[in-house]
């Protein structure tokens, strides 16, 4: 009988833990820009958000991912109206309030690529 092969730890990179979490490298503190994250680490990360994870996900700056969804349009429609950078969650709450234009429209598009995604997954 063979023993059991011992548990290797996965190890990833500071960035690609800052996506899986939702967040800004770049706004993150510097020992975690700069260490790298155990997949174990990232699981305590979600299920328990220390203080600065918490008020980043909170107040931002917010990827563009999370931008998208919170105004309810794609990245390129965030890209189209002209949002390239991060924004605070005031600032998401500003150009909601706002409502321009190319919000609304970018909204519509959305809407109707979603209904006709759902329209071809029922055929």
Do not use: C, Y
């Not at 960035?15 to 967040?23: F, W």
């Not at 970018?106 to 329209?119: G, I, S």
């Amino acid at each position: 009988m063979t023993s059991p092969t011992p548990k290797t730890i996965q190890m990833m990179k500071p960035e690609t833990a800052a996506k899986k979490l939702d967040v800004l490298l770049s706004a993150t503190p510097a020992e975690f820009q700069e260490g790298v994250v155990s997949r174990d680490e990232l699981n305590r990360l979600q299920t328990a958000p220390p203080t600065w994870l918490a008020d980043l996900r909170r107040n931002g700056p917010h990827p563009k991912q999370v931008v998208a969804a919170k105004l309810g349009i794609s990245i390129s429609g965030l890209i189209r109206g002209g949002i390239t950078e991060p924004l605070t969650t005031a600032e998401i709450d500003a150009l909601k309030a706002e409502n321009p234009e190319w919000l609304e429209r970018e909204r519509t598009v959305q809407a109707e690529t979603r209904k006709e995604a759902l329209r071809l997954k029922q055929r």
